[in-house]
């Protein structure tokens, strides 16, 4: 979601506010709890984006000019996996937990429950419209929540065909489908009802807002923003496979992946190499002329293609540099001679624009890349098992991978999310089960057994005490 602010907008319409309150009573009433309603509900969702696979194709095509194939690994494919990898394990999930207990309280037993929120948010983007909204619901359904999902309104297409999916299976005491302006919509529902969580994936700047007004009322948030992904390559890569690796990511959705490299930081010894292999890459990729590629998309619209399109003259393009505004089309570029000081490294570039720089040693890299400290995921290249384990302890961010970019995000045994300002909280497989999940601490003790030292009078009892406790 691109708005800049989300003011505080105080109204609620009378049909909302009962909207919300019927997913209230829904979830009151223990209705979606059980292990059966939380697998139904998966499997019903599951065949929906089966029955409406086609219309989301050409509404992702109508939105960002998606291929099929690009459709089916980035959105629709990967909440299937979603889906089948929750419902594989979604018994084991839900099991209370025994765990330990001290010696203080045996013969008690301690356990750990798995208790749903209660009614969550989940706020959607337009980059990954289908995908970034369905993934975090598959965690919200599998721990058994009621939910309201907010599309975003700049992928138009996408979100009209989302919305007929749920009406088709869902009640609204289910799953509530809000649409409209995030700006006026989102404040004006968490203004004025308590949801149990709040989960955003999108730009930091509304990140914190949404982040203000979720700590009026002390929901928890899963805040999944972007940042600067840095990708580091040294001088002992595999430069053709590392040229592969972070052209599929970074021009895939033409870019606008808060999870494909930002910039490049190449070994000196290797740039000339690094850059001759990415043309090469890009080219074979999308030919001669990405502009009718079947496998080349286009910038979600007017306003995103001018921001994007400004970074071009931040530095000197070594490759690409096309730009068409009436087709929303900004080609496959790469450049040099960027300031570490202009807009264009200071802020996510978010298209397909790269800037390649050059270091000499990894400290220098080191701080170039802390002048965007936390970000979402990190990326190196190397044949050197002790460089990576080197870069992977020096730097905080999210999530990363060696010798590739961006695939961690499709394991669901991999938590998910960033740090600082990328975001915080996680998701993905377990750890979308846990995001909507409350661990609820329950001890268990007999009566059978009762020593008197537990109770008053203590006096004398220190001694004992300090055996116990400790």
């Given at each position: 979601m691109q708005i800049a602010t989300l003011p505080e907008k105080k109204s609620i319409d009378d049909e909302m506010l009962i909207a919300l309150n019927g997913l209230r009573a829904n979830f009151k009433s223990g209705?979606?709890?059980?292990?059966?309603?939380?697998?139904?509900?998966?499997?019903?969702?599951?065949?929906?984006?089966?029955?409406?696979?086609?219309?989301?194709?050409?509404?992702?095509?109508?939105?960002?000019?998606?291929?099929?194939?690009?459709?089916?690994?980035t959105e629709l494919g990967f909440v299937l996996s979603e889906i089948n990898h929750t419902l594989a394990n979604l018994k084991k999930w839900m099991r209370p937990k025994r765990v330990s207990t001290n010696l203080m309280n045996l013969p008690s037993s301690s356990h750990i429950y798995k208790e749903p929120l209660g009614v969550v948010l989940i706020i959607g983007p337009w980059n990954y419209p289908f995908q970034l909204l369905f993934g975090p619901l598959v965690g919200a359904l599998a721990a058994g929540n009621a939910i309201v999902l907010k599309p975003s309104e700049h992928a138009p297409a996408t979100t009209a065909v989302m919305k007929k999916l749920i009406a088709d299976g869902f009640s609204k005491n289910e799953i509530l489908y809000i649409e409209g302006?995030?700006?006026?919509?989102?404040?004006?529902?968490?203004?004025?009802?308590?949801?149990?969580?709040?989960?955003?994936?999108?730009?930091?700047?509304?990140?914190?807002?949404?982040?203000?007004?979720?700590?009026?009322?002390?929901?928890?948030?899963?805040?999944?923003?972007?940042?600067?992904?840095?990708?580091?390559?040294?001088?002992?890569?595999?430069?053709?496979?590392?040229?592969?690796?972070?052209?599929?990511?970074?021009?895939?959705?033409?870019?606008?992946?808060?999870i494909a490299p930002d910039y490049i930081l190449v070994h000196h010894s290797v740039k000339n190499r690094l850059v001759e292999s990415l043309q090469k890459v890009i080219t074979d990729f999308f030919t001669e002329d990405p502009a009718v590629s079947y496998n080349y998309g286009r910038i979600i619209n007017e306003k995103q293609f001018q921001r994007i399109s400004s970074?071009?003259?931040?530095?000197?393009?070594?490759?690409?540099?096309?730009?068409?505004?009436?087709?929303?089309?900004?080609?496959?570029?790469?450049?040099?001679?960027?300031?570490?000081?202009?807009?264009?490294?200071?802020?996510e570039i978010f298209g397909p624009v790269l800037p390649i720089i050059s270091f000499n040693t990894m400290d220098e890299a080191i701080e170039i890349i802390s002048r965007n400290p936390n970000p979402l995921s990190f990326y190196v290249y190397t044949s050197s098992k002790e460089k990576e384990e080197k870069w992977i302890h020096a730097l905080p961010f999210g999530g990363g991978a060696v010798n590739n970019s961006s695939w961690h995000f499709t394991n669901p045994a991999l938590p998910f999310g960033g740090r600082g300002t990328s975001g915080m909280g996680a998701c993905h497989g377990k750890h979308s089960f846990d995001c909507f999940t409350h661990e609820k601490a329950v001890l268990k003790t007999p009566?059978?057994?009762?020593?008197?030292?537990?109770?008053?009078?203590?006096?004398?009892?220190?001694?004992l005490f300090r055996k116990l406790i400790r």
């Open positions: 209705a979606i709890r059980s292990y059966d309603s939380r697998r139904n509900s998966l499997l019903k969702l599951k065949a929906l984006l089966l029955k409406y696979e086609e219309e989301l194709y050409d509404a992702l095509y109508a939105d960002l000019r998606k291929s099929k194939e690009e459709a089916w690994v302006d995030g700006s006026v919509v989102i404040p004006s529902m968490m203004n004025n009802f308590r949801f149990d969580h709040v989960f955003f994936t999108g730009g930091t700047a509304v990140g914190k807002a949404i982040y203000k007004m979720a700590a009026a009322q002390l929901v928890p948030v899963t805040l999944e923003l972007g940042g600067k992904s840095p990708c580091v390559v040294e001088a002992d890569a595999n430069i053709e496979v590392a040229a592969r690796r972070i052209g599929l990511t970074t021009y895939s959705n033409a870019g606008q992946m808060c970074y071009l003259k931040q530095g000197r393009v070594i490759f690409g540099g096309k730009t068409n505004a009436a087709d929303l089309y900004i080609e496959p570029t790469l450049m040099d001679e960027v300031s570490l000081d202009a807009p264009i490294m200071q802020e009566t059978w057994f009762d020593p008197a030292m537990k109770y008053p009078p203590f006096k004398g009892k220190l001694s």
